[in-house]
C-alpha cells in the first residue's frame, strides 16, 4: 500500500486548497500512514463495517512504522463515534485504533476526553460544505486540565474533507492542547 510522507492540512483539504506542504495551519497538520486505495479500502471497509475490529492492531502496527519519524505525543485521543452509530456498528473504529496505536508506541490514550455532543449526519454522503455544517460544535473536551499544553495525536480512521478531524483538533486546541492529526489513511 502507497505510504505517504508529508502531512497534509485538514483546514486546507476543508477550504478546497492544495493540502499537502501548508504551513499556515500547524494545528491542522494531519499525518497519514497511507493513501487510501483499492486494497486499503477493502480493510478499512471490513474494519469499519463488517464486525473485524481485531483489524484495528494489524492498521496501528503498519501506523506505528509509517509515524516513527513524528515527533512522538505526550497522549492519543480517539475522535469519538455518537453512542447511537457505535450501536448501530457494533464498535467504535477510532476508539480501536487509537488504543491499538497507544498500545503500538507504549504512549498513555486518554478515553473520554472528547466528546460528541450530538449525533451527526453520516459525513460518507455529504459534500465538503455539508461536512463543514454537520460537524460545529459536535465536539467538546471534558477533564481539560490533562490536555493544557500536551501533544495530542488525535486519531481517526480515513481523512476525506478535513472536516471531522478539523473540528476535533479546534476543540481540542480551544482546550490548551497542541493537537496533531493522524489517521490511517487519506483518501486524496
Not at 453520516?122 to 459534500?127: E, I
Request: with cysteine.
Amino acid at each position: 500500500m502507497p505510504r505517504l510522507d508529508r502531512p497534509v492540512c485538514a483546514r486546507c483539504l476543508l477550504d478546497g486548497h492544495a493540502p499537502d506542504g501548508c504551513l499556515r495551519h500547524p494545528g491542522d497538520r494531519v499525518h497519514a500512514a497511507w493513501l487510501y486505495e483499492e486494497r486499503l479500502t477493502q480493510v478499512m471497509h471490513a474494519f469499519k463495517f463488517e464486525g473485524r475490529p481485531a483489524l484495528a492492531t494489524i492498521l496501528a502496527e503498519g501506523m506505528a512504522v509509517a509515524l516513527r519519524d513524528r515527533p512522538r505525543p505526550d497522549v492519543i485521543v480517539a475522535v469519538p463515534l455518537h453512542p447511537v452509530r457505535r450501536r448501530e456498528r457494533g464498535h467504535d473504529q477510532a476508539a480501536g485504533l487509537a488504543r491499538a496505536l497507544a498500545h503500538a508506541i507504549d504512549v498513555p490514550m486518554l478515553e473520554d476526553v472528547l466528546e460528541r455532543t450530538r449525533a451527526t449526519e453520516a459525513q460518507s454522503g455529504l459534500g465538503p460544505r455539508a461536512r463543514r455544517h454537520n460537524l460545529r460544535d459536535a465536539f467538546r473536551v471534558t477533564g481539560a486540565s490533562g490536555l493544557r499544553g500536551r501533544r495530542v495525536w488525535v486519531v481517526d480512521d480515513v481523512l476525506t474533507t478535513g472536516a471531522t478531524l478539523h473540528e476535533a483538533m479546534a476543540t481540542l486546541s480551544r482546550a490548551g492542547a497542541r493537537p496533531q492529526g493522524v489517521v490511517a489513511a487519506w483518501a486524496g
